[in-house]
């Protein structure tokens, strides 16, 4: 009964991972992996996120000629997070390239 059982489970799982798809597994674990192993990283980063996104709207918001200085310090502030963004999520990537490159193999 137990040879049967573990047989068939092998062969749910290989029909399961050919019918999802290899992508949508990796992108699954991924997302796991970061939030068990980066949860601070990747709150910090869903916070960059939304600030970006305020800011790009309050920048939409102001006339650069009218108030340039508040449109001036929004946009510093903007370009700093962005930077802070992409450093952050350069660092997190490190771990999901190798696992990207495999699989192209």
């Given amino acids: 009964m137990d040879l049967i059982l573990t047989i068939f ?3 749910f799982l290989t029909q399961l991972v050919s019918w999802v798809g290899t992508a949508v597994l990796q992108d699954l674990v991924f997302s796991l992996h970061q939030r068990v192993f ?4 990747a709150t910090e980063q ?3 996120k939304t600030s970006i996104l305020t ?3 309050e920048l939409s918001e102001i006339s650069a000629q009218d108030q340039f200085a508040k449109w001036a310090k929004l946009r510093r502030k903007m370009d700093k997070e962005l930077a802070d963004l992409e450093k952050l999520s350069t660092s997190i990537r490190e771990w999901f390239q190798p696992l990207q490159s495999h699989s192209e193999r």
């Fill in 9 to 11: 489970l092998l062969v």
């Fill in 55 to 57: 800011a790009k709207k």
């Fill in 46 to 48: 869903r916070r960059l």
């Fill in 38 to 41: 980066y949860g601070a990283k």
